[in-house]
């Protein structure tokens, strides 16, 4: 099945405690997004990566930190958590070799930081 | 960078009647405008997209259309039915970038008022 995984789906952490959130895909696609979803602010782009080793800062990249090491997987860490960083997070795929430029959402990662 | 604003941000309509949701944006290169649907608790998924050589586009009770000298686009969804009910993200992207770069407007929240 054509998907995206994310994980943790749900995570409470404390300030200052380093945290990764996984995301893979096995749709091949070339691009990868990461999102945090806010009520009033929509879904705006942390960082973006259009292929191995090749990433790009978002909308709101302060805080985070992003790895592609390898196609299928891209995981978003957070060095040092703070509360600002509570939110809903979207990791997507996009862009196979037929030029399909649908983003595929995974389930979400709902954080919270105390 | 580009600036996509959704109107309105809510929107209750009686089953059956239509509904329209607008967007503007402000980057002219901007080319590919999708819209997402997000049920509650759910991810946002693809409903309909439109690219700039195209003015119109429907599928079935769905429809976009996009003044590229207005800079604006809208969906349209007719027949309205309660399963429509969700928020309605719309989208802008150059997509000489690829759409890693999307941008997302604030979301309108659509209830069908049965």
């Known amino acids: 099945e054509a998907q995206v995984t994310q994980n943790p789906r749900y995570l409470i952490t404390v300030t200052g405690k380093k945290l990764t959130v996984t995301c893979s895909q096995n749709?091949?696609?070339?691009?990868m997004s990461w999102y945090r979803q806010d009520p009033g602010l929509g879904l705006r782009q942390i960082y973006y990566?259009?292929?191995?080793?090749?990433?790009d800062k978002g909308d709101v990249p302060e805080g985070y930190k992003v790895s592609r090491k390898e196609k299928r997987n891209f995981p978003l860490i957070l060095e040092s958590p703070s509360p600002n960083q509570t939110s809903l997070y979207f990791c997507?795929?996009?862009?196979?070799?037929?030029?399909?430029?649908?983003?595929?959402f995974g389930p979400g990662t709902r954080l919270t930081v105390l | 960078g580009e600036n996509v604003e959704q109107h309105p941000s809510t929107l209750s309509v009686q089953e059956g009647d239509s509904a329209v949701i607008k967007c503007t944006y402000s980057d002219s290169a901007s080319n590919y405008f999708p819209w997402y649907k997000q049920e509650l608790g759910k991810r946002p998924q693809l409903i309909i997209d439109?690219?700039?050589?195209?003015g119109e586009k429907k599928d079935q009770r769905i429809a976009v259309t996009l003044n590229k000298t207005a800079k604006h686009f809208s969906l349209h969804i007719t027949e309205t039915q309660p399963e429509d009910s969700a928020v309605y993200f719309c989208?802008?992207?150059?997509?000489?970038?690829?759409?890693?770069?999307?941008?997302f407007g604030t979301g309108t929240r659509l209830t069908i008022i049965p």
């Open positions: 749709m091949n696609h070339e691009y």
């Open positions: 989208a802008a992207t150059p997509l000489n970038f690829g759409n890693e770069k999307l941008t």
């Open positions: 990566s259009m292929n191995v080793e090749v990433t």
């Open positions: 997507a795929s996009s862009f196979d070799l037929a030029g399909n430029n649908e983003q595929f």
């Open positions: 439109i690219r700039s050589n195209v």
